[in-house]
């Protein structure tokens, strides 16, 4: 998978571009998502769900860690690790199960959780320019070597 970047100036765009890496991602790959609070995490998340074929309302599992879609065409295993307070806790949430399970990972804040990532992890950071606008978001896409 090349390197990209993709401009987006609107939630909806956000929105589409995550339903369009959705749409191309397959079972076993894990997909590190980071970015600032506000910078649109969740909402490439609702996007790249529907990319899915996910119908369910997704929202992010900041006080559950986990939250487990299966109405799609391969299920989704949505990990948001901004509380995880270290990796023994990380480690109790049987996050190995779903790391090298039958479905997609996307993991939120995965920057926290580095140490314990395999190679081969597409990576989706979303930053904010506000000199570009305050809705204006840069999407890079990219994968581990």
């Known amino acids: 998978m090349e390197s990209q970047v993709i401009e987006s100036f609107c939630e909806k765009d956000t929105f589409e571009i995550g339903k369009k890496f959705g749409s191309c991602c397959k079972r076993g790959d894990?997909?590190?998502l980071d970015g600032d609070m506000g910078a649109g995490k969740t909402i490439f998340t609702k996007g790249f769900g529907k990319g899915l074929g996910i119908d369910e309302t997704i929202n992010s599992p900041t006080f559950t860690i986990l939250?487990?879609?299966?109405?799609?065409?391969?299920p989704l295993y949505h990990f948001d690790v901004y509380r995880i307070a270290?990796?023994?806790?990380?480690?109790?949430?049987?996050?190995?199960?779903?790391?090298?399970?039958?479905?997609?990972?996307l993991i939120e804040w995965a920057e926290l959780i580095r140490e314990i990532l395999p190679s081969g992890c597409k990576r989706v950071n979303i930053s904010k320019d506000i000199n570009k606008g305050f809705d204006y978001r840069r999407i890079s896409i990219n994968a581990d070597k």
Request: charged residues 25%; glycine residues 12%; aromatic residues 12%.
């Open 30 to 32: 894990i997909v590190l």
């Open 67 to 74: 939250q487990i879609y299966t109405t799609g065409k391969i």
């Open 86 to 105: 270290d990796i023994e806790e990380m480690e109790s949430t049987g996050y190995e199960d779903y790391l090298y399970g039958d479905g997609i990972c």
